[in-house]
């Protein structure tokens, strides 16, 4: 029985042993339990959406950082699953745990920032203290800039987050009430309900949205150090 709107996030455990492994790897049983190699309708429609997307995904990037491409889509595709399947009834949504969403946002800007370095470092450092600076500001104007490019991660895996917690939290509250008014206002519980309905549809679009901003502010960070 869930006590509280928050306890749907909390990791289960089965045997004393947390799930959250099995849910990470569901993607990667649907991939390798799905023959790829039949042509229909299903797989011609995926070939396009993921031929599509990464067009787009890699266009703001130049013909150097196109090699990153299956990384970033197979980091969308992974995100894109597990913000969908989250919403299926009796399931566990691992993207609303901070802890993950930042194991995911912490290597990909670090990735970022060292190719940077490696192929460009005068560049690199050069975005750090603008042109034109003060003396007196210097220190302070590479403070702040470092801060900034710190700040990065925690922003990516903050949104993720807060986004999908504030969907699942929202949909949990209108279910409730729809529940609470179904036996003494039976109409109001209607036009509820049907509110739930395009709360799942708007739910459905953030987690995909989402996953799609994550990866497309990676790659515009990529953009900036090739």
Same mark, same amino acid.
């Given at each position: 029985?869930? @006590?509280? !709107?928050?306890?749907?996030?909390?990791?289960?455990?089965?045997?004393?042993?947390?799930l959250m492994i099995?849910?990470?790897? !569901?993607?990667? #049983? +649907?991939?390798?339990?799905?023959?790829?190699?039949?042509?229909?309708?299903?797989?011609?429609?995926?070939? $396009?959406?993921?031929?599509?997307?990464?067009?787009?995904?890699?266009? %703001?990037?130049?013909?150097?950082?196109?090699?990153?491409?299956?990384?970033?889509?197979?980091?969308?595709?992974?995100?894109?699953? *597990?913000?969908? =399947?989250? /919403?299926? %009834?009796?399931? !566990?949504?691992?993207?609303?745990? @901070?802890?993950?969403?930042?194991?995911?946002?912490?290597?990909?800007?670090?990735?970022?920032?060292?190719?940077?370095?490696r192929n460009q470092?005068?560049?690199?450092?050069?975005? *750090? *203290?603008?042109?034109?600076?003060?003396?007196?500001?210097?220190?302070? @104007?590479?403070? #702040?800039?470092?801060?900034?490019?710190?700040?990065?991660?925690?922003?990516?895996? +903050?949104?993720?987050?807060?986004?999908?917690?504030?969907?699942?939290? /929202?949909?949990?509250?209108?279910?409730?009430?729809?529940?609470?008014?179904?036996?003494?206002?039976?109409?109001?519980?209607?036009?509820?309900?049907?509110?739930?309905?395009?709360?799942?549809?708007?739910?459905?679009? +953030?987690?995909?949205?989402?996953?799609?901003? $994550? +990866?497309?502010? =990676?790659?515009?960070?990529?953009?900036?150090?090739?």
């Amino acid at each position: 029985m869930i @006590l509280s !709107f928050f306890d749907q996030f909390s990791i289960p455990n089965l045997l004393g042993i947390p799930l959250m492994i099995p849910a990470l790897s !569901f993607p990667l #049983i +649907v991939w390798f339990t799905t023959n790829r190699f039949i042509q229909n309708r299903y797989s011609a429609i995926q070939s $396009f959406l993921t031929f599509y997307i990464t067009k787009q995904m890699m266009q %703001p990037i130049g013909t150097t950082g196109h090699k990153w491409a299956s990384t970033f889509m197979t980091l969308m595709l992974t995100l894109m699953l *597990l913000n969908t =399947l989250g /919403l299926l %009834p009796y399931t !566990f949504t691992p993207t609303t745990q @901070l802890s993950m969403n930042m194991a995911l946002a912490i290597p990909t800007c670090l990735m970022t920032i060292l190719i940077g370095l490696r192929n460009q470092p005068t560049a690199s450092l050069v975005h *750090l *203290l603008p042109e034109g600076t003060p003396t007196l500001l210097i220190p302070m @104007l590479i403070l #702040i800039e470092t801060v900034s490019l710190l700040i990065r991660p925690i922003a990516l895996g +903050v949104r993720l987050t807060a986004n999908l917690t504030a969907g699942h939290l /929202l949909i949990q509250l209108t279910s409730t009430a729809v529940f609470t008014l179904l036996n003494t206002m039976t109409l109001t519980a209607s036009m509820t309900l049907i509110v739930l309905v395009l709360l799942t549809c708007l739910e459905m679009a +953030v987690a995909l949205i989402q996953a799609y901003v $994550f +990866v497309l502010l =990676l790659t515009l960070y990529l953009q900036e150090n090739i």
